[in-house]
């Protein structure tokens, strides 16, 4: 598996115990350190200390595309998985998705799980909603990321070489974002995905995080849009209606946390595209989407008393593993 890593001191320890704690003990562990300034090495170097499955690369800066192909194309293994260096596994996660890709066949390249929401304690906000796209799921892909993240797919190597990696010609674009949407698409190409229908990854929303920048990675979808739209041009409604739902989420995220700068560009980034789009969204959708939120936060609110404090997400006990060392061998 691979962990990309850049400034990730405050919680890449917590990532690697969960990682360290997996059913499935027989893991090659790759850290790819992204060119951090700070102790994210020395942490992880604590954990390699200790476990022997840890290996740590180290490289100039050049995003979290990069690092995973550097990650992905240091491995032996036959089956990859990605966690990102602020994001958590439950201990079943691994062991399931082998399970479901070795029964789903050579034809099966991506298998994924659900994720749950977490914050900076690690605590359980919300849950993705439950999904079961299996087989064929590009046009799904064109509709919305249904996967939701860059933690939550193990892919099979042969799938990796085929989409040629994930692309790091988003950041050099200055719309670094949707690089895992774009390499969920690329698979789904060639390839069936498979899932296994249960909570098993922990995705960390924090403020400063890359996908806090919602310009950005609006301009990112879009462009993941405009390559499938040259190879697919027969699917050009389904993938406007993707940016239409990926812009409608944004807007209302933007709304509800107060950040109107980020409201403010999207809509134009929108009505440069396709102003009928745009008119669309801001006329007709958004106002059903604002009431429908706002209830939700009402009911929230009026039976707030009623709510046992969110859970944290499990993440299991490394030093329950045999791979556990007392030192350096």
Not at 222 to 236: F, G
Request: aromatic share 10%; glycine share 6%.
């Amino acid at each position: 598996m691979v962990i990309p890593a850049f400034n990730a001191e405050a919680t890449i320890d917590e990532t690697l115990r969960s990682v360290r704690s997996q059913s499935h003990e027989r893991l090659e562990i790759i850290v790819v350190d992204d060119g951090s300034t700070d102790d994210t090495v020395a942490v992880a170097a604590l954990h390699a200390d200790r476990d022997p499955r840890i290996t740590i690369i180290r490289q100039d800066n050049a995003g979290v595309a990069a690092a995973r192909n550097a990650g992905w194309r240091a491995a032996s293994a036959e089956f990859i998985a990605f966690i990102d260096a602020d994001d958590l596994w439950a201990p079943s996660k691994v062991e399931r998705q082998l399970q479901a890709m070795i029964a789903g066949g050579e034809r099966t390249g991506l298998v994924y799980s659900w994720y749950a929401w977490i914050d900076a304690n690690s605590r359980v906000s919300v849950k993705s909603d439950p999904v079961f796209h299996a087989g064929e799921v590009l046009d799904y892909l064109f509709e919305g990321n249904f996967i939701g993240n860059g933690s939550s797919a193990m892919v099979r190597r042969e799938a990796l070489v085929a989409a040629n990696g994930f692309e790091s010609g988003l950041r050099a674009s200055g719309a670094q974002g949707c690089e895992d949407l774009l390499f969920y698409c690329r698979v789904a190409e060639a390839y069936h995905f498979a899932v296994v229908p249960d909570y098993e990854i922990g995705y960390r929303y924090l403020p400063d995080n890359m996908s806090s920048d919602m310009t950005r990675m609006f301009r990112s979808w879009m462009l993941v849009a405009d390559e499938m739209a040259a190879r697919h041009p027969d699917r050009i409604a389904l993938l406007d209606r993707g940016i239409c739902n990926y812009a409608r989420w944004l807007l209302r995220r933007a709304l509800m946390g107060g950040q109107l700068r980020y409201f403010a560009s999207v809509i134009v980034l929108l009505a440069r595209r396709n102003p009928s789009l745009a008119v669309k969204v801001v006329a007709l959708d958004l106002p059903r989407d604002i009431a429908s939120a706002t209830r939700w936060t009402f009911r929230n609110m009026r039976h707030k008393e009623l709510r046992r404090p969110s859970p944290s997400f499990l993440i299991g006990d490394p030093k329950q593993s045999r791979w556990q060392k007392t030192q350096t061998t």
